[in-house]
């Protein structure tokens, strides 16, 4: 999977997310938060199980999924309730999975970029499930774009995800504009 939202990805060469395929992502978590009725910082578990969804955890996926919403057995991919997470990922890795996922049904998958679009642009749609824009820019203003205390603020986001989204919304982290 490509994206910032688990440790090991938005590594060089991985794809760059075209500003349109962005803005869908970003509408997108915006109007699921919208319709579930439930505020910034909500964890990606409760919108899931608000929209109905089944979280099952299984020792292992396809390829180097960490992640995947899909009928029956690991590996069937038709889309259905449940949301399959690998065991033993920290709790902040579930929840941007989650969130992922929740973009490859919600809307994230709505433009013609192709699987590489669709994956950046469903770690764009759960960073901004997880951390939406403007609650997201108010709080890093608030704490002068601190990783650290925002990481306390939106606690189910990995350190990553809150790095990559301060890149995104075109903030700085403090210590990036201390060495400057």
């Given at each position: 999977?490509?994206?910032?939202?688990?440790k090991?990805?938005?590594r060089?060469?991985?794809?760059?997310?075209?500003?349109?395929?962005?803005?869908v992502?970003?509408?997108?978590?915006?109007?699921?938060l919208?319709?579930?009725k439930?505020?910034?910082?909500?964890s990606?578990?409760?919108?899931?199980h608000?929209?109905?969804?089944?979280?099952?955890?299984?020792?292992?996926?396809?390829g180097?999924?960490?992640a995947?919403?899909?009928?029956?057995?690991?590996?069937?991919?038709e889309?259905?309730?449940?949301?399959?997470?690998v065991a033993?990922?920290?709790?902040?890795?579930?929840?941007?999975?989650?969130?992922?996922?929740?973009?490859h049904?919600?809307?994230?998958?709505?433009?013609?970029?192709?699987?590489?679009q669709?994956?950046?642009?469903?770690?764009r749609?759960?960073?901004?499930?997880l951390?939406?824009?403007?609650?997201?820019i108010?709080?890093?203003?608030s704490?002068?774009?601190?990783?650290?205390?925002?990481?306390?603020?939106?606690r189910?986001?990995?350190?990553?995800?809150?790095?990559?989204?301060?890149?995104?919304?075109?903030?700085?982290?403090?210590?990036?504009?201390?060495?400057?």
């Open positions: 999977m490509v994206g910032a939202l688990r090991h990805n938005r060089p060469g991985a794809v760059e997310l075209r500003s349109d395929v962005a803005g992502a970003e509408v997108a978590a915006g109007a699921l919208e319709r579930c439930l505020p910034a910082g909500t990606a578990t409760a919108i899931a608000h929209l109905g969804f089944r979280l099952e955890h299984t020792q292992k996926l396809p180097s999924a960490r995947s919403c899909i009928k029956g057995e690991p590996g069937t991919f889309l259905c309730g449940i949301i399959w997470l033993g990922q920290d709790r902040r890795d579930d929840e941007a999975s989650i969130a992922h996922e929740l973009g049904t919600y809307g994230a998958e709505d433009h013609d970029g192709g699987w590489p669709i994956e950046a642009a469903c770690e749609f759960a960073e901004a499930l951390m939406p824009r403007a609650e997201f108010a709080s890093a203003e704490c002068r774009w601190s990783v650290d205390a925002l990481s306390r603020k939106w189910h986001a990995p350190r990553a995800a809150i790095e990559q989204r301060i890149r995104d919304v075109g903030g700085r982290a403090a210590h990036e504009s201390e060495a400057a």
